[in-house]
């Protein structure tokens, strides 16, 4: 089995929560909580799709570390 070749093949996955954040913050860095209200439920989403992804890739790392 070529792990490599495998883990080659998944796909590259666009997490929302990476630019949603450029959005929240004002240009000194801080965020802005007009924004983050306007935005909450994108927000609570993107979070949400973060957290899968993470849970997914814990998984996957799990099941790698399992085979050697």
Same mark, same amino acid.
């Given at each position: 089995?070529? +792990?490599?070749? &495998?883990? /080659?093949?998944?796909?590259? =996955?666009?997490? $929302? +929560? +990476?630019? #949603?954040?450029? %959005?929240? =913050?004002?240009? @000194?860095?801080?965020? @802005? @909580?007009? %924004? +983050?209200? *306007?935005?909450? %439920?994108? &927000? /609570?989403?993107? #979070?949400?799709?973060? /957290?899968?992804?993470? %849970?997914?890739?814990?998984?996957?790392? $799990?099941? #790698?570390?399992? #085979? *050697?």
């Amino acid at each position: 089995m070529d +792990i490599i070749a &495998i883990l /080659e093949e998944v796909p590259e =996955v666009y997490l $929302r +929560i +990476i630019p #949603l954040t450029w %959005k929240l =913050v004002r240009e @000194d860095g801080t965020l @802005d @909580d007009e %924004k +983050i209200s *306007f935005y909450q %439920k994108e &927000i /609570e989403e993107a #979070l949400g799709e973060a /957290e899968s992804y993470a %849970k997914a890739t814990a998984e996957a790392i $799990r099941c #790698l570390t399992t #085979l *050697f």
